[in-house]
């Protein structure tokens, strides 16, 4: 167990709070001029400090500057945050546990003792990501898919509980439990910690960015990429500035026919408008009371979808009404009531915070709503989704590069019906029935994801719409790939004990597993007749999912278009089966007697959802089915794991191989160095997320990673998914960049992982396309340096910690871009990689960058002096000059970056101690 920090307690905060017949230690926030007027979430911030204070890294004067918050100022102040605990997911675990099975080894090595590799805060773990919705519309789809996925990933999970056996504080959270956020939330969260005699708030950083759900339960917690994890794991605190913190004010309530759903999207839109990058928001208000715990968690969990770092709620009634009904004992219920009451952190709807910046949502405003094709901030409302699909149908049906701005030659114009792009194409499934269909056919969907699947009121809500559409005589369309897959076991029970269970079975909405499935893209094939006519035809066709990330490329290989929508949304459209219906006006099918039955004939009441949720939702369930929540069935416990303070490699291993990044390794660090003569590996536009970057989704048999594969005797049967195979660095580099919808601007007329090798050719203007693992590999044979190119928002999307080790693995050394999302720009400087910036209003397009230059970039040696340099100098062969921002934000990032990453930073850092 970690040892209890032994503040240097400069302000005389350390107190004692008695609860009960229990004593805690405490430190007190009254103690710190200013601390009554700062918001919520920098309250827990300031606990944070006074707590860990020790005079170096954390000092008074750090404190004092919390205490001291100016709203209006810009982030400045660099502050150390030690988060409480680490939560991840198996996909991101995965090569986190790599690392530090490979650290272990590293610091024998270099002479040091291995067991000084240990997490020193908890950490669990919850594999969620690896099941695949194969099997659906039946009964055995959920054990079909089990069996599944233990046969793809014996060798990820017989690794992972050698660590939970290997590492003190390592904790497993078996498959088929969760979701991890619904996991967290409903189990593992604290919202007060209790550790070594103190109480404190309970604070995470999690390999996954719908971490902040956890926001919702009154927790203070982000999304960091995966080595940003495994440093605080290993007692690293996290570098921050202290942040602008948006007031979200909520008033009124959701009117009837409106889900949490519509709120959040209502929520992303208002946010993503007005620009919340970087910063806090938190919700304040009389409508906050207002706000179940559930929609406070779904709200929460968009977070990323907004861009802001954490959106949080404070702890109030409802709270302890919600920890209560999850199962949490009484006496940490009165722990919690009695911090928050003690330290200020209690919901007073009454007092106006300070903030940054404020906004305000009447919740009697929100309308339902839906978000696509391919953001989650594109929100339409719902009694519009058919005429937004109409236009923006046109970017997926054309062939020119400027998709959506051609007009069709008069030639090979597609077909059109009132307007709207057609191709009806006739389809024979495995029982002999045709059927057509055509651009919008709902060919996915999914009740899935954390974001809603944790919300009893929008699933519960999704039942009793199939309820009522079963008993109309209504049936899924057949092309309709439908699933269910919620996040924790609790959904089931309180569907069998409400009886609703039968009624979405019969809709094809069987239970396909308790994981993330669909939103991650691992919503399995489409019927193979389905699939063929889509990809012969070049259709169109859309997904409809309960999610939050609807990226392109992202949900199904088969899918070009994607809509975020409520559970009962998702069951309607599976009905209508097509996106060219409006399902508001429109019939969504017949009933038994041949009568049009509509949207408003079949949707719930508030009344009727309410009470089933408060009759067939009980504390037992949550006490059951988290009674031994990390013991696993009776298949994770037979598996056979080796022993050992080290782990024991299979050099035969496709899935979990030693990584190089510690190869040839010393303890004394090297110069940074100047960039010289580096060539272009790709230009990229805006937008371009972690989904496009990280190698993600399924494994193609004629790319690098699939031929890697086949040459390692793996049969194309058995690739899996480039997630489940994340801690296998070889599979990975040959996969960045990968993502089947980039588009690589130095290879026109290409999607996907394909760029110009200028090694190829004497003339760049010659130079021939290659796949970019390809040509990485023949730039760095020869000692030639790359950079990337980007527009605005890189690297937005999820905080997958691979599309910044790829990127340096690929032999990047620097990615200039307009402007990036926090947690890929970090994530590039903990491997190593320098982010920069364009000038203010200046891009490749201003500039003239064509991306067939060389590169120089000078003036990155100014970090050797100990500080940061505003700006170095870039510099082309083709006459282009510029100052380019420097986005090392803090003094600590600079320490990873000198070190070579923030993994070679802890590891010199443990054993010089």
Known sequence: MKETVVSANSFDARATLRVGDESYEIFKLDKVEGAERLPYSLKVLLENLLRTEDGANITADHIRALGNWDPNAQPS?????????????????????????????????????????????????????????????????????????????????????????????????????????????????????VRGGQAYPDTLVGTDSHTTMVNGLGVLGWGVGGIEAEAAMLGQPVSMLIPRVVGFKLSGELPTGTTATDLVLTITEMLRKHGVVGKFVEFYGDGVGAVPLANRATIGNMSPEFGSTAAMFPIDAETIKYLKLTGRDEQQLALVEAYAKEQGLWHDPSRELEFSEYLELDLATVVPSIAGPKRPQDRIVLANAKEQFATDVRNYVADDEEAGKESFPASDAPAAHNGVPTKPTTVTGPDGVTYEIDHGAVAVAAITSCTNTSNPYVMVGAALLAKKAVEKGLTRKPWVKTTLAPGSKVVMDYYDRAGLTPYLDKLGFNLVGYGCTTCIGNSGPLPEEVSKAVNENDLAVVSVLSGNRNFEGRINPDVKMNYLASPPLVVAYAIAGSMKVDITTEALGTDTEGNPVYL??????????????????????????????????????????????????????????????????????????????????????????????????????????????????????????????????????????????????????????????????????????????????????QGIPLVILAGKEYGSGSSRDWAAKGTALLGVKAVIAESYERIHRSNLIGMGVLPLQYPEGASALSLGLTGEETFDITGVTALNDGGIPDTVKVTTDSGVEFDAKVRIDTPGEADYYRNGGILQYVLRSLISE
């Open 600 to 781: 408003k004939d079949i949707w719930p009441s508030e009344s009727e959802v309410e009470t089933v949720v408060a009759s067939a939702i009980g504390q037992e369930m949550f006490t059951k089915d988290y009674s031994d929540v990390f013991a696993g069935d009776a298949q994770w416990q037979a598996l056979p794991i080796p022993t050992g303070n080290t782990f024991e490699w299979d050099s035969e291993s496709t899935y979990v191989r030693k990584p190089p990044y510690f190869e040839g390794m010393t303890m004394e660090t090297s110069p940074v160095s100047d960039v010289a003569g580096a060539r272009v590996l790709a230009k990229l536009g805006d937008s371009v997320t972690t989904d496009h970057i990280s190698p993600a989704g399924a494994i193609k048999a004629d790319t690098p990673a699939g031929k890697y594969l086949t040459e390692h005797g793996v049969e194309r049967r058995d690739f899996n998914s480039y997630g489940s195979r994340r801690g296998n660095h070889e599979v990975m580099i040959r996969g960045t960049f990968a993502n089947i919808r980039l588009r690589n601007q130095i290879a026109p007329g290409t999607e996907g992982g394909f760029t110009r090798d200028f090694t190829q050719a004497a003339d760049a203007a010659d130079a021939p396309v290659s796949y970019i693992y390809d040509a990485s590999q023949n730039y760095q044979a």
């Open 77 to 193: 102040q660099e502050i150390q945050f030690t988060p409480a605990r680490v939560i991840m997911q198996d996909f991101t675990g995965v090569p986190c546990v790599v690392d530090l099975a490979t650290m272990r080894e590293a610091v024998k090595e270099l002479g040091g003792d291995p067991a000084r590799i240990n997490p020193l805060a908890p950490a669990e773990l919850v594999i969620d990501h690896s099941v695949i919705a194969d099997r659906f519309g039946t009964p055995e789809a959920f054990t079909q898919n089990v069996e599944l996925e233990y046969g793809r990933n014996k060798e990820r999970y017989q690794f992972l509980r050698w660590g939970q056996t290997a590492f003190d504080e390592f904790k497993v959270v078996p498959p088929g439990t969760g979701i991890v956020h619904q996991v967290n939330i409903e189990h593992l969260a604290r919202t007060v910690m």
